[in-house]
């Protein structure tokens, strides 16, 4: 089985506004790329799983989050850096469904595209339905500060707290690390 950092979009690993309506509005945060290639390093795939409710509000089109996709892919490989795969929830929240977050769809259907073991991930996000979506599914959840983090501190209970994203990275890494000299 294979092991996994999922991570958020908004807030996580480019920059949090609004809505993101238009590709050109995309805006990766530092060190996003470089950790995401030392997550490649260290051998996890890197899926991004996200909810964008703005298709289901009618704010964008499918084909506009495709275009939105397509930039954080041009940029991510601008960086020499990749993500594995896209999970998206386009759904309202009033729609309840299965793979907004917090809920466990999108996660499940990764873990058998890719015959992932969740409790050897991880997740990274900034907002408490990410770390409440590691709590259901006891992956290893990690709250970042920047986007909607700071607000969330006080909202859930993650397993770690870190700055950003460059940190999340450098704390996986020790994590990993002490694995290696325990044997596991």
């Known amino acids: 089985m294979k ?18 309506k238009d590709a ?12 995401i290639n030392g997550f490649h390093i260290l051998r996890f795939l890197v899926i991004l799983v996200t909810n964008q409710s703005a ?12 275009q939105i996709h397509k930039r954080l892919k041009d940029l991510l490989s601008q960086a020499n850096s990749f993500l594995d795969a896209i999970y ?6 009033d729609d309840d469904c299965n793979c907004r977050k917090p809920k466990p769809g999108l996660i499940k259907k990764a873990c058998r595209d890719f015959d992932i073991d969740k409790t050897e991930s991880y997740i990274i996000g900034d907002q408490s339905s990410d770390i409440e979506l590691g709590r259901r599914e ?4 990690i709250l ?8 969330t501190l006080n909202e859930s209970s993650p397993d770690y ?8 990275g450098r704390l996986i890494s ?9 044997g596991k």
């Open 55 to 66: 298709v289901g509000r009618g704010y964008i089109t499918t084909e506009k989050l495709l």
């Open 138 to 141: 006891k992956i290893c959840s």
């Open 24 to 35: 050109s509005s995309l805006e990766l945060l530092p060190g996003a790329a470089q950790t």
């Open 174 to 182: 020790r994590i990993e690390k002490n694995r290696i000299k325990k």
């Open 144 to 151: 970042v500060l920047t986007g909607f983090g700071k607000k």
């Open 161 to 168: 707290v870190v700055d950003d994203i460059l940190k999340a």
């Open 3 to 20: 092991k996994a950092v999922f991570v958020d979009r908004d807030g996580t690993i480019v920059k949090e506004k609004e809505y993101i």
């Open 88 to 93: 998206v929830c386009p759904h309202h929240p």
